[in-house]
């Protein structure tokens, strides 16, 4: 069992109870701790146009990065691109016209978020050779945690991506650049699903700046801790991943795929069964004192 406070936002998230309920947080908070939602949870239970986005939206959400980058590779985020609909984010791909750029949707936490965290979304990933993703990124863009970075594509020659899901994170130093992010076999997990095929949760819990545990629906499926793991290089002058992050969903048509020559066609980009990453919910929790011994646990 796991442990979650009745947060003020909790109570009163839209008047009503939360999709993810009755699904319990696959980690304990620790001693004397309790979890607390934070404000930037979203089960995007409203109607967001491309364009028009509610307040529901707005008060959490920028339609677009932190900062005034468009984007890897052929990516060119657009803020016509993320809309809500039935329940679900959508995040879609298209071809900017007259241009080999992609066109993609992104969208940003307003607030910006510290450990001890933990972060879940439910996500079905596009069936695009384009990254499907859910990460934590410092307003510097010197330290990342990726929650989910997927490509779901079906096309030829992509089944080792498909059924495989990026689970990592990144350290930077930007001038000149340097980047660090683990490449043990564990940072690609599969278990033979393909994720383009229905809804998951993918979930990280960013216990301190030396630990981090990532969980696939609910079960916990790689662990990275330590210096050696998370800074070796010592980017981060001995502080690791302690900086307060943004939350991030996105697509992206990253350089080293595009560069090789795995970039979405336009035949691939017109099918629109193909080309939107669709999210149920995101949930993010922070670790805090327990001043209510009797909170209930929350049951598997």
């Known amino acids: 069992m796991a442990y979650v406070s009745l947060s003020f936002f909790g109570l009163t998230l839209l008047g009503r109870a939360a999709d993810w309920d009755d699904i319990a947080i696959p980690v304990e908070a620790g001693a004397g701790m309790q979890w607390q939602l934070q404000d930037v949870s979203d089960d995007f239970n409203y109607i967001a146009t491309p364009i028009e986005k509610p307040a529901q939206f707005s008060e959490r959400w920028h339609s677009a990065y932190i900062n005034p980058w468009m984007g890897p590779g052929k990516t060119e985020w657009n803020l016509g691109h993320s809309y809500v609909t039935n329940g679900h984010l959508g995040i879609h791909a298209s071809r900017k016209a007259g241009s080999s750029k992609v066109h993609t949707g ?6 910006a978020y510290q450990f001890p965290l933990f ?22 863009s010197t330290e990342e945690i990726d929650v989910l970075e997927a490509y779901g594509s079906d096309r030829p020659g992509q089944e080792w991506y498909a059924d495989r899901v990026h689970l990592s994170h990144h350290v930077f130093i930007r ?44 079960k916990l499926v790689r662990t990275v801790s330590g210096k050696k793991l998370i800074d ?41 069964s193909k080309g939107i990453m669709w999210i149920d919910w995101i949930r993010v929790y922070r670790a805090i004192e327990n001043k209510s011994p009797d909170t209930k646990p929350l049951q598997k």
């Open 175 to 218: 001038s000149p650049f340097q980047d660090y992010q683990p490449t043990d076999d564990g940072s690609w997990f599969t278990n033979g699903t393909l994720w383009r095929d229905s809804f998951h949760r993918f979930g990280v819990y960013w216990r301190d700046p030396w630990h981090l545990e990532y969980y696939i629906d609910g």
């Open 119 to 140: 972060i879940e979304a439910k996500v079905k990933v596009s069936n695009q050779v384009l990254a499907s993703n859910v990460w934590l990124l410092s307003a510097d």
């Open 232 to 272: 070796p290089k010592d980017f981060t002058n001995g502080t690791g991943l302690s900086k307060p992050m943004h939350v991030i969903i996105n697509m992206e048509d990253q350089s080293w795929r595009s560069d090789e020559g795995i970039t979405p066609t336009d035949e691939e980009l017109a099918d629109t």
């Open 106 to 111: 992104i969208i940003s936490s307003k607030k």
